[in-house]
């Protein structure tokens, strides 16, 4: 067992530790993969939600979605390093979670990509110096965001905009929005590169996107409440 509110995790490199992200306890707890077992759990900021490794396996960034920050942790010492601050977000209703909520490292390790949640943005973090390079708005509620395979480009969700941003990372502009089905959350592309595979809680559904042709092609029924995708590679 982990914490309260288990909600995401992330492999380190070697496969040898999985961090399990513990959004009701505001901690990460670190499993031995060999010994299925925790073996430590590290303090983070406010309902941290998700987390990725930097390319050499050195540090972990973990989204708080309940205080706009990244937290870095330096996974040899298991602690927190660094806290990063992210833009603002704000919402009428306390309830919702409005800070810092999907994360990606770009292929090469040169880059963290955070989605800013109601910031309405996604930041692109320098991954060596743990410090802010740009932020790219995009649309209400940006939820998730992940780095296509060549590293070229950054698709971002925007919950209340029912969209997709697609993001240039070189021009670190826009590019342009894909119009989708209702509340995208979690996405992930295809190793080719193609086509993006997003869940939707409001349909219930996994909505297909041809990323070329810039539109949703397929939408397909799954039920109970899917808030996650990810490609087996």
């Known amino acids: 067992?982990?914490?309260?509110?288990a909600h995401g995790v992330a492999l380190s490199p070697d496969g040898k530790?999985?961090?399990v992200i513990n959004v009701g306890a505001d901690n990460v707890s670190v499993v031995d993969v060999d010994q299925k077992k925790v073996v430590a759990n590290i303090g983070v900021g406010k309902a941290p939600a998700v987390a990725v490794f930097s390319k050499d396996g050195k540090k972990v960034f973990v989204t708080n979605g309940g205080d706009q920050g990244i937290s870095v942790i330096d996974a040899k010492k298991r602690q927190?390093?660094?806290?990063?601050s992210l833009p603002k977000g704000f919402h009428v209703d306390p309830k919702l979670t409005v800070g810092a909520m999907g994360v990606a490292r770009s292929p090469e390790g040169r880059y963290v990509l955070v989605a800013n949640g109601f910031g309405n943005s996604i930041s692109i973090i320098d991954a060596a110096k743990d410090q802010i390079v740009t932020t790219i708005p995009t649309g209400i509620e940006a939820h998730d965001v992940v780095v296509s395979p060549d590293g070229k480009f950054a698709y971002?969700?925007?919950?209340l905009s029912q969209s997709i941003s697609v993001i240039d990372i070189k021009a670190r502009k826009?590019?342009?929005?894909?119009?989708?089905?209702?509340?995208?959350?979690?996405i992930d592309v295809s190793p080719d590169g193609k086509w993006a595979f997003v869940t939707s809680r409001e349909?219930?559904?996994?909505?297909?996107?041809?990323l070329a042709n810039r539109r949703q092609v397929e939408t397909i029924p799954l039920g109970g409440d899917p808030h996650g995708v990810a490609f087996l590679k």
């Open 80 to 84: 927190v390093v660094k806290t990063v």
């Open 156 to 159: 971002g969700t925007n919950r």
């Open 203 to 210: 349909e219930k559904a996994l909505l297909v996107v041809d």
């Open 174 to 186: 826009v590019l342009h929005h894909i119009q989708v089905s209702q509340k995208p959350d979690i």
């Open 1 to 5: 067992p982990a914490d309260k509110r």
């Open 17 to 19: 530790e999985l961090y």
